[in-house]
Antibody, heavy 122, light 106 residues
Framework: EVQLLESGGGLVQPGGSLRLSCAAS????????MTWVRQAPGKGLEWVSS????????DYADSVKGRFTVSRDNSKNTLYLQMNSLSVDDTAIYYC???????????????WGQGTMVTVSS | DIQMTQSPSSLSASIGDRVTITCRAS??????LAWFQQKPGKVPNLLIY???TLQSGVPSRFSGSGSGTDFTLTISSLQPEDVATYYC?????????FGQGTKVEI
């Protein structure tokens, strides 16, 4: 069964840092493009970042560029999101999701994790 | 950046009604358009990709159409389990923007 399991969320003060993880199983992770999407409480979905299967190419939303870094460890089947200089506007559920078609970077997201909540508050 | 605009933002319909949701891109995106359903408290679920291809396991009452800038999600006969918020997303290139969502109620 294909599964994505996020972890690492929690309460952090403004200006702080947090690293999210997404453990993948049930598919060939190392060839799969992956994406982070977030959803603030009561709000819509916001695309955050994507990266290719090799991790050599990444993209970021303007709202997180320069503060967030996406990476992966294909030997551990794990995707990461390093979040620095956090603000209250970053409070959200963070989902990881995989591309529908293997290494395809421009493909829809077919499997999503359950999400991990990040709360930025003093 | 390309903006994705959904309409309406919410709608109320009766069981069995035909429901149509529109998504407009500010520039052409060919058919790189997906539709997601998110039920309250749940994870988003892929319904349609490539603007019109039904994801495996999705009921056939859902359909998508369009290309370029104008897209439509149609529920041919609304069911109680279709109460959800629906989102479109462009995925041809970054930023892979979502529409603001359409809340469907009975």
């Amino acid at each position: 069964e294909v599964q994505l399991l996020e972890s690492g969320g929690g309460l952090v003060q403004p200006g702080g840092s947090l690293r999210l993880s997404c453990a993948a199983s049930g598919f060939s992770f190392s060839t799969q493009a992956m994406t982070w999407v977030r959803q603030a409480p009561g709000k819509g979905l916001e695309w955050v970042s994507s990266l290719t299967g090799s991790g050599s190419s990444t993209d970021y939303a303007d709202s997180v560029k320069g503060r967030f870094t996406v990476s992966r460890d294909n030997s551990k089947n794990t995707l990461y999101l390093q979040m620095n200089s956090l603000s209250v506007d970053d409070t959200a559920i963070y989902y990881c999701a995989k591309s529908r078609a293997g290494s395809c970077y421009s493909c829809a997201l077919d499997i999503w994790g359950q999400g991990t909540m990040v709360t930025v508050s003093s | 950046d390309i903006q994705m605009t959904q309409s309406p933002s919410s709608l109320s319909a009766s069981i069995g009604d035909r429901v149509t949701i529109t998504c407009r891109a500010s520039q052409g995106i060919s058919n790189y358009l997906a539709w997601f359903q998110q039920k309250p408290g749940k994870v988003p679920n892929l319904l349609i990709y490539g603007a019109s291809t039904l994801q495996s396991g999705v009921p056939s009452r859902f359909s998508g159409s369009g290309s370029g800038t104008d897209f439509t999600l149609t529920i041919s006969s609304l069911q109680p389990e279709d109460v959800a918020t629906y989102y479109c997303q462009k995925y041809n290139s970054a930023p892979k923007t979502f529409g603001q969502g359409t809340k469907v109620e009975i």
